[in-house]
């Protein structure tokens, strides 16, 4: 006896796919748009424009902006500075000291963290939703016994890394994405983290038009034609580094107190 085709199987299996590729769009989707813009911003040289040079050159009209829009000022720049950590644009400590060079140390310091966190937040679950569970199963048992360790002791962990400025921004992003990290601990761990740092920027970019202001005594004109000669390394001292060192060690304390108590 010939068995009759089901004329409702096409309609079920349609749904089927329409869910399939929804779910697949979902996944690899944000994915796909951060790095399409990653793409244009880097081709188009957008991460080139922030210097300490263009800084300079324009302090007056940034200076003369803020003053008459101070709030829609720190909220334009809380915006880019979110955008440039999710597109992992080098040179974040740039914007810091931009930050604490147009606002002031306080406020500067304020919105640049909150910046910071946000735009590690966005890479934080686009990287979790898509490569996640991907490279956890391909993980071969190496990374997996890190990963056991990482996410028993994920806070601490994290804090190291965003106290000590060892590894790439965007690298500590996405390392406790792979590792399944939650997202509170993750935002506490970050925005606790990079406290010190930014605000140390910040502080930096606050004094840093007297140190444009010794640069125009010595070299009248640099700043509006853009050659006054300022390194971020000259603003950047080994005993700073160091500190910051320091405090990540410190970070690390009770996960080898944990260690001791359990042998």
């Given at each position: 006896m010939t068995r009759q085709p089901d004329p409702g199987a096409g309609d079920k299996q349609v749904p089927a796919a329409r869910n399939s590729g929804f779910a697949l769009a979902k996944r690899w989707g944000p994915l796909a748009v951060l790095l399409a813009a990653m793409g244009f911003a880097f081709s188009q040289g957008l991460h080139e424009q922030l210097t300490l040079s263009n800084l300079i050159t324009q302090r007056q009209n940034l200076i003369g902006?803020?003053?008459q829009h101070f709030a829609g000022a720190l909220l334009l720049f809380v915006s880019i500075y979110t955008l440039a950590v999710a597109l992992s644009f080098p040179g974040?400590?740039?914007?810091?000291?931009?930050g604490g060079f147009l606002f002031g140390w306080i406020a500067g310091g304020f919105v640049a963290v909150f910046g910071a966190t946000a735009g590690a937040a966005a890479v934080f679950l686009i990287a979790r939703s898509s490569l996640g569970d991907v490279l956890t199963r391909r993980a071969g048992p190496f990374?997996?016994?890190?990963g056991d360790g990482f996410r028993?002791?994920?806070?601490?962990y994290l804090l190291f890394l965003r106290l000590t400025p060892v590894f790439p921004f965007w690298l500590v992003n996405i390392a406790p994405a792979i590792f399944r990290m939650p997202l509170p601990s993750y935002l506490t761990a970050t925005f606790l983290g990079i406290i010190p740092g930014t605000f140390a920027f910040?502080?930096?970019g606050a004094g840093l038009d007297s140190v444009v202001e010794a640069q125009e005594a010595a070299n009248p004109g640099c700043a509006a034609a853009g050659t006054c000669e300022i390194a971020v390394s000259a603003l950047v001292t080994p005993q700073l580094l160091a500190a910051f060192f320091a405090l990540g060690l410190a970070s690390l304390i009770p996960i080898v107190l944990k260690?001791?108590?359990a042998r």
């Open positions: 902006y803020v003053d974040a400590s740039l914007f810091t000291i931009a990374l997996e016994r890190i028993a002791n994920a806070f601490h910040a502080f930096i260690k001791v108590r």
